[in-house]
């Protein structure tokens, strides 16, 4: 039989040159238990029980032994300083079983000192399986103030990079002009686009900046309007030799990806 914790063997016979016993450990009256945690649930209406399996208890393991020996009351204060502080300890046995535990804790541990023999000892233990807790779950962190800002830096790219010009042309009796060129001329460059049938039009990807708006047209010469393109630039409008019957609106509306 072989029993070690936290590699002090627990049973040994050692042996003097002359062939005299100078150091005996034993154990005996050796007790295992191991069970499986069952619960029941009753079910109102129903006979009987749906049982829920919670798994295997840590199995349980109780002996008697004697230390006898020059080491015995060294060996026992260890064990009962290993009690004290609670700690998992190294165990190896042979023990029908208990053969695949490898940790246990002590659960009770109680020393009795033979009365006229000398370092003669006897004790009874309680030790338990030790079971690694399960890990604790990882909280993750919190991506809301990131998202925030990612989708605040992606919505100011936006603004910044891709912009809108949109108007529409009217004659002096409020009638679409379709077909009429119109040109937002700034110092990021000349860009233009024709009026539909309802006398709109749509100039995009406008880079941040200033633009005079002009119809290409001999009935709209002197007319034109100043719009501010990019964020933090306020509209000016100026609406010098405008002629009469002619309308027009600019705005900036940024595009959505």
């Known amino acids: 039989m072989n029993i070690e ?3 002090i063997p627990l049973v040994k016979t050692e042996q003097s040159q ?17 069970k ?3 619960i029941g649930h009753k079910i109102p209406g129903m006979e009987g029980d749906v ?8 199995v349980v393991i109780s002996f008697d032994g004697t230390f006898q020996g020059k080491t015995a ?18 165990f190896n046995s042979d023990l029908s079983g208990a053969a695949d535990i490898t940790k246990v804790l002590i659960n009770d541990l109680r020393i009795e000192e033979s009365a006229g023999v000398v ?3 006897h004790y009874f233990i309680v030790i338990q399986e030790y079971k690694e807790p399960p890990p604790e779950p990882v909280t993750p962190p919190n991506q809301d103030d990131s998202a925030t800002q990612w989708q605040e830096e992606k919505a100011q790219k936006v603004v910044e990079s891709i912009n809108v010009l949109i108007g529409k042309i009217l004659d002096a009796d409020s009638t679409p002009k379709t077909g009429m060129t119109v040109i937002a001329s700034g110092n990021e460059g000349e860009f233009n686009a024709e009026t539909d049938d309802e006398g709109r039009y749509r100039i995009e990807n406008v880079p941040p900046g200033k633009y005079t708006i002009t119809v290409d ?3 709209y010469e002197g007319s034109e309007e100043v719009i501010s393109v990019g964020p933090g ?6 609406e010098d030799s405008e002629e009469p019957g002619e309308e027009e609106t600019g705005e900036e509306q940024p595009s959505e990806e």
């Open 73 to 90: 009351k060294e060996n026992l204060e260890i064990l009962r300083t290993k009690f004290k502080q609670g700690t998992p300890l190294p």
């Open 36 to 38: 499986r945690d069952m």
């Open 119 to 121: 370092a003669s000892y």
């Open 51 to 58: 049982f829920q399996n919670l798994g295997r208890s840590p």
């Open 18 to 34: 002359t062939g005299g016993q100078i150091e005996v450990r034993n154990v005996f009256n050796i007790s295992t238990t191991d």
């Open 217 to 219: 047209s001999e009935e």
């Open 5 to 7: 914790l936290d590699g």
């Open 233 to 238: 630039e306020e509209e000016e409008s100026s």
